[in-house]
């Protein structure tokens, strides 16, 4: 198979990887920070239910949950959810990116000096207020750089989606492979994967540099 015709194949997966990219940061994001909330919680109950939770999540592979996922409502109670590959995928990198993200998110807040929080309630700032204009800004700024390198490792966890049959880029390399008994289309899929995480890169980099201002 010609290359060009190869890189023309293997592009239409390219919106399908996007997919799970975007709509994973889209969920896990604002997810991670509720579960960090919670499990900062002086409710001692909540508190360690979501430390077991996140615990489960962070502790086994990503590819053993989305196989939970995808067809484990189908084994424990006949209902099949994976007509949609694109859900259960979306679910399962949800869930598992919002645990490591809100561990990252707890880490920041936590390193916020008691100090902001006294300065805050001075001028006069409610709670919300007080986390969304003060403490969370600044949250962000500490962590980004902890932030990028799980984006980064999302760009090649999308890979994973090969196993539920969901056809995004890495399984259309391998199925051309298989069936042009060459390697060619693997390095194809990483020049891809790259080039990806290249922009994602250079995007969070410039997001660092904008929240230069919080910087402390």
């Given at each position: ?132 204009k003060i403490i969370l800004p600044?949250?962000?700024?500490r962590i980004l750089p902890s ?70």
């Amino acid at each position: 198979m010609p290359l060009i015709k190869m890189i023309e194949i293997m592009c239409t997966g390219l919106s399908k990887t996007c997919a799970i990219f975007f709509l994973t940061l889209l969920f896990s994001l604002p997810l991670g920070i509720i579960i960090a909330l919670l499990r900062m919680s002086k409710n001692f109950i909540i508190s360690n239910i979501i430390k077991f939770f996140v615990s489960i999540l962070r502790g086994t592979p990503l590819m053993l949950q989305l196989l939970a996922i995808t067809y484990g409502p189908y084994y424990l109670v006949g209902i099949s959810v994976s007509r949609n590959k694109l859900i259960p995928v979306i679910i399962a990198f949800s869930i598992n990116y919002a645990a490591y993200f809100s561990e990252i998110y707890r880490g920041g807040i936590e390193s916020i000096p008691k100090g902001q929080y006294e300065a805050s309630e001075i001028l006069g700032y409610n709670r919300s207020q007080q986390f969304l204009k003060i403490i969370l800004p600044q949250v962000i700024r500490r962590i980004l750089p902890s932030i990028t390198n799980e984006i980064v490792t999302l760009v090649k966890d999308t890979s994973i989606a090969f196993t539920v049959s969901y056809v995004e880029i890495f399984t259309l390399a391998k199925q051309i492979a298989n069936s042009q008994t060459s390697f060619m289309p693997f390095i194809v899929a990483g020049v891809f994967y790259y080039i990806f995480n290249a922009l994602v890169s250079f995007s969070m980099s410039r997001a660092e540099k904008a929240m230069n201002y919080y910087k402390i």
